[in-house]
C-alpha cells in the first residue's frame, strides 16, 4: 500500500515535498512515479526514479522546479516542488511498478504502473 502525504495550500513561489511511504511492501525493487491531476484534465506525468535512484526523469513543465529522490531504508520515495505556480495545483499521486531485474529502469506512462497510492491535493494561490 502507498500513502501520498505532503500536500497543502501554498502561495506561489513556494515549497513543498510530497512524500510517498509505503507499507506491507519492500519498494527496493520498484520504480517509482510521481503523477498529477486536476480536474477536468488527464492524469500526467510528473516524475520517476529507478528503484536504485541512478535514473530519473522529470516532466519539461516542472523540470528545473521538482526533483524526485528516493531513500530506500526509509521505503519512502520523495518529491521536492520549488518555485510553485498556480498551475502546478492538482492532487498528486505516487506509483509504483515492478523494475523488472532493471536497477535503471524508469517509466513514464501511467499505464506501466499497477500500484498507486491515493492523492495528495497541492493548491497553489496566486
Known amino acids: 500500500q502507498l500513502q501520498a502525504s505532503g500536500g497543502g495550500l501554498v502561495q506561489a513561489g513556494g515549497s513543498l515535498r510530497l512524500s510517498c511511504a509505503a507499507s506491507?511492501?519492500?519498494?527496493?525493487?520498484?520504480?517509482m512515479g510521481w503523477f498529477r491531476q486536476s480536474p477536468g484534465k488527464e492524469r500526467e506525468f510528473v516524475a520517476a526514479i529507478s528503484w536504485s535512484g541512478g535514473n530519473t526523469d522529470t516532466a519539461d513543465s516542472v523540470k528545473g522546479r521538482f526533483t524526485i529522490s528516493r531513500d530506500n531504508a526509509k521505503n519512502t520515495v520523495y518529491l521536492q516542488m520549488i518555485s510553485l505556480k498556480p498551475e502546478d495545483t492538482a492532487a498528486y499521486y505516487c506509483?509504483?511498478?515492478?523494475?523488472?531485474?532493471?536497477?535503471?529502469?524508469?517509466?513514464?506512462?501511467?499505464?506501466?504502473?499497477?500500484?498507486w497510492g491515493q492523492g495528495t491535493q497541492v493548491t497553489v494561490s496566486s
Open positions: 506491507g511492501r519492500t519498494l527496493s525493487n520498484y520504480g
Open positions: 506509483a509504483a511498478a515492478s523494475s523488472r531485474g532493471s536497477s535503471y529502469i524508469i517509466f513514464r506512462r501511467s499505464d506501466n504502473y499497477p500500484y
